[in-house]
């Protein structure tokens, strides 16, 4: 009986007339917010205007490995999306994306963290932190050299006992030393909020409702969302770009401009 060939042709043509679809889709028509690109992926959802296609790509081109290590660290889930380009700090490639910043070292043949509010302290924002953003200031000093990392995790870590849900929100990420560091402060009453200031992050317990967060709620201010509003990235890095078969698609978003100019010098690839 030859019923099955009418079949086969039937599945064969059902098959191709989607793929043509998003063919003519993708040559004429709005990018979707994320797909894989070579070598990696690209990401509009941090660009600033949900109807831009603009937005930023990770990649492991060059040798720089980003995009592997962005995933092996946990992606989006860990890190957020993207928002800037590769730029250099303290002289190492370096991409930022909304929880935190990747440093790739070749040396080591990795990515790792940045500690980000360490930066800006060394940027001199440590009195925008505390009046705009209701961050402590650095108030543990380094322990001297020697002492064992685990001790020093121990004591630090302490800090958090004074209060239980800041303590649970630190606690409740896989790796909470990866992906906010250690604290930095003791946990302060800053009027409507407590806060304790981590090397990566800021964990915040609300005492009064916000337009973001209702009284007795924790929040994470992301340590790269406060970076790249301090002005730190430097030159366009921190400008979205188009989506990568898209590039006559629409205006680039308008981005606010940063709080303060740039204090930390590179260059931008």
Do not use: C
């Amino acid at each position: 009986m030859s019923w099955w060939r009418p079949l086969t042709l039937m599945l064969v043509a059902v098959t191709l007339v989607p793929l043509s679809l998003l063919t003519a889709e993708r040559a004429h028509g709005a990018p979707p917010r994320d797909f894989a690109v070579l070598n990696g992926y690209f990401y509009s959802q941090a660009n600033g205007d949900e109807q831009s296609p603009y937005g930023f790509t990770i990649s492991d081109n060059g040798g720089d490995l980003f995009y592997s290590e962005f995933r092996r660290y946990g992606g989006v889930a860990v890190l957020g999306y993207p928002i800037s380009r590769r730029f250099l700090l303290d002289g190492f490639p370096s991409q930022a994306f909304q929880k935190g910043i990747l440093q790739w070292r070749k040396n080591e043949g990795r990515a790792v963290f940045v500690n980000v509010f360490d930066k800006l302290s060394e940027a001199g924002y440590d009195d925008w932190l505390r009046t705009v953003r209701l961050v402590p200031n650095k108030t543990i000093p380094e322990e001297a050299k020697g002492v064992p990392f685990e001790q020093i995790i121990v004591a630090r870590q302490a800090v958090l006992n004074d209060n239980p849900q800041i303590r649970a929100a630190y606690f409740a990420v896989r790796d909470p030393i990866l992906q906010y560091g250690l604290p930095t402060s003791r946990i302060e009453d800053l009027g409507p909020v407590l806060v304790v200031r981590l090397q990566r992050a800021v964990i915040q317990l609300w005492k009064t409702d916000q337009p973001w967060a209702k009284a007795g709620q924790v929040t994470i201010a992301n340590g790269g969302d406060v970076f790249k509003e301090a002005g730190l990235i430097p030159g366009s890095a921190g400008t979205p770009h188009p989506a990568p078969g898209y590039e006559n698609e629409g205006p680039a978003p308008v981005l606010k401009a940063p709080v303060a100019p740039p204090q930390l010098q590179g260059g931008v690839f």
